[in-house]
């Protein structure tokens, strides 16, 4: 048996685990994640990895983090919401800094290839895995391997155009997915149908503080999962721009599975029985090859540090 670690960056914390060849996390550790970024981030990935050595003897390290990676997996070429990363040679220094070998992994790749090799991507070895939480992510698997493109950067799915001339997205693009079917888009969808019926709104405002501000999407959720009429209209909006898009992925790509994971998932089949329907509305060729079946993800927030460990055994 053979270990390695597996490192999640996310914003508030650096989660690093011990992981073993079937994907189960031995052990794990956890420093908060320094706002300043830069070589305090670098040092904080580096301390999580050693207490873990300390346990266990491992051969490499897989890091999941936010941002662009070069096609080699070593470089940060760019991280948007991480100071003093842009063009950093990640490997070099985290290998300088452990003394093992390091794989550099874009976040929704890593926990892409966590649900293909250990969770609800199991036994498909062409899957395409969309995250659907403040914006959209997504990891693509083809012929049993995670495709990365030319560059290390395929798989931004979240913005592909599906609205000509749409909702500004924070790329600088107009009309993107993630505009229109994330969780933000969920929060969207539903402050236009409580503008649109304000006297049907009055018991889903009331799980806030009675006002548009106070809504949250785990408000929206809860008066979905109780029948409220203006939380399933927002659902139904997301979903049909969800199942639209994962439609004009599918003429590309062609999965014989679509695993949908991140936080809106949690409403289940109030979200993934119009996402199969809107899928099969929109299908070019409808009813004239199989359609890819819709799932949830399995992993949870374990799918990064999952899948990162994993590829740094490949």
Known sequence: MTYTIGIDVGGTKVLGGVVDESGKILIDA???TPREGGTALTQTIADVARELMN???VESVGISAAGFVSSDRKTMLATPNIAGWNGVDLDAQL???IGLPVVIENDANAAAWGEAAFGAGRGHDHLLIVTVGTGIGGGIV????LYRGGFGTAAEIGHMRVVPEGHLCGCGARGCFEQYASGSALMRHAREAISATPELARNLLALGN???DGLTGKHISEAAKNGDAVALAAFNT???YLGAGIASLCVILDPTRVVI????VEAGEILLGPTRESLIRHMP???KHPYPDIVPAELGNEAGLVGAADLARL
């Open 30 to 32: 956890r420093r908060d």
């Open 55 to 57: 346990s266990y003897s």
């Open 95 to 97: 290998t300088a800094l």
């Open 142 to 145: 083809v012929n049993g391997n």
């Open 210 to 212: 009675g006002t548009l």
């Open 238 to 240: 997301t979903a049909h």
């Open 261 to 264: 994971g991140g936080g809106v």
């Open 285 to 287: 060729f409808a009813g």
